[in-house]
């Protein structure tokens, strides 16, 4: 079902009770793994007296060790039978984790992923191309189930190959696209290379960025170049991967679907839960998995519940942008740094290109920050007095956000390395 008024609009109280029967369900069926019985069994908890919301504080959480110990079977509540298909983490941070699903796990995943598609105005007759991984990654699989459930013509083009992207785009008149923000800023380059101007020469209308933290910056960019409306998608692979929460027509905050996931807020160092509208570490617990429920999940993401009803009338909650994960922070000189600030401060300023890195170093047993930035060739073509204003200008705007002195260097652009998945923002050289 792609568009369920009665379910996305449903008043708070009513939704509880919806939660609180899944829940229930939920503890039953996790209480069949191997893992959970035991975890249960340990701490002496009876899923059946689970009575509120509120009492799932009684539980432990899940963490990504957990999953790890557990690896492969150990969350498995159902007959190995059963199971029809197994996902994968990218493994960003480690070693990647993996989740099973039965039939009606995927049923319900392109449902959750229709949704979201239908909720940006994506239909029947559009031409929907996803530019994401098939594979173990939950992008590309993720979205090609919600497109076709939808009922749009959708091309599973993959990742790579960005000339033959742009051919498709040609051929069948994409309207709506699907891919990861680092993936849409080597679009926009080979583009301007090939001299294809979207605006003349494609149809595209829609574009879903996920998978990787990303600025308000970034998205203005795509928008201004593809002549597209940007939906922020968030997902992990251990609560199916996309459809987890995406951003409505208003795009202020990603409603989170609250019929599928239970939503908690933790200071991730107490993990007790945070004020209302206080950022802390997303903890998830899904309401109707079957395979493999998670209970508690740590995702590590640091998110924040927007305040007050979301003008689209969908009453299940907003989380802001992700800034990024709690292990993403870096602390250089005693100051606290997420990467994301610094794409946001160089997405602003035009000179800059599509790409940049953080390098960290230590000269003389002190941290500090190298940047590279890729700006627009022409550039180089100015005189050296040009290059120091602009150099200097960069690093000024970045020490007005970081409250450090980062060191700036400009490169041509498609110097940067590139990675196959997500991007690798931060190379630490500290310890080289
Ligand atoms: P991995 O954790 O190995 O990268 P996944 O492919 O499951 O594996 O990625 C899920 C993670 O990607 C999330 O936990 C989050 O950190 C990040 N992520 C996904 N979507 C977004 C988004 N829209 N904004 C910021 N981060 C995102
Ligand atoms: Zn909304």
């Known amino acids: 079902m792609y568009w369920d008024k009665d379910l996305e609009t449903m008043p708070g109280e009513a939704l509880a009770a919806v939660q609180l029967e899944r829940l229930q369900g939920t503890l039953q069926q996790a ?5 959970y019985r035991k975890v249960f069994a340990d701490r002496g908890i009876e899923p059946g007296k689970i009575r509120h919301l509120e009492d799932i504080r009684q539980l432990p959480f899940t963490t990504k060790e957990d999953l790890r110990a557990q690896f492969p079977y150990g969350l498995l509540s159902v007959d190995l039978k059963e199971v029809v298909r197994l ?3 990218s493994g960003t941070t480690g070693r990647a ?4 699903h039965n039939q009606k796990d995927i049923e319900n ?3 959750l992923v229709s949704r979201c598609m239908y909720m940006t105005g994506v239909r029947q007759d559009d031409v929907f191309q996803n530019l994401t991984g098939y594979g ?4 590309g699989l993720g979205f090609h189930y919600g497109g076709e459930r939808l009922g749009a013509l ?4 993959g990742t790579g190959n960005t000339k033959r992207q742009i051919l498709l785009m040609q051929q069948f008149g994409t309207t709506v696209i699907h891919l990861i923000p680092s993936y849409a800023m080597r679009l926009m380059q080979v583009m301007e290379e090939l001299g294809v101007d979207p605006a003349v020469d494609l149809r595209l209308r829609i574009a879903f960025l996920g998978a990787e933290p990303h600025s308000e910056e970034v998205r203005q960019r795509v928008e201004g170049y593809f002549g597209v409306a940007a939906y922020n998608s968030y997902g992990l692979s251990e609560m199916n991967g996309p459809g987890v929460a995406f951003e409505c027509p208003e795009k202020r905050g990603m409603h989170i679907w609250e019929d599928a996931f239970l939503v908690e807020i933790v200071d991730p160092k107490t993990l007790e839960p945070v004020e209302t509208g206080q950022e802390g570490e997303l903890v998830l617990t899904t309401l109707q998995r079957e395979a493999m429920p998670i209970i508690r999940y740590r995702t590590s993401d640091l998110a924040r519940i927007l305040p007050g009803p979301c003008p689209c009338g969908r009453t299940h909650s907003r989380l802001a942008r992700i800034m990024g994960r709690t292990d993403d922070m870096l602390i250089i000189k005693g100051v606290n740094i997420f990467p994301i600030q610094v794409e946001q401060t160089l997405m602003e300023i035009p000179e800059v290109g599509q790409n940049y890195l953080i390098l960290l170093e230590k000269a003389d047993g002190m941290d500090s920050m190298r940047i590279q930035v890729e700006v627009r060739s022409e550039i180089f073509e100015e005189d050296m007095r040009y290059l120091k204003g602009l150099e200097q200008k960069i690093t000024r705007e970045l020490r007005n956000e970081l409250l450090i002195t980062p060191k700036v260097e400009l490169v041509q652009p498609n110097t940067l390395p590139r990675s196959q998945g997500k991007a690798v923002r931060v190379e630490d050289r500290r310890n080289a």
């Open 31 to 35: 209480g069949k793994s191997p893992h």
């Open 87 to 89: 996902h994968s983490s």
């Open 97 to 100: 984790t993996v989740v099973f």
């Open 109 to 111: 995943w392109a449902d």
């Open 136 to 139: 173990l990654f939950t992008g």
């Open 154 to 157: 959708t091309i599973p083009s």
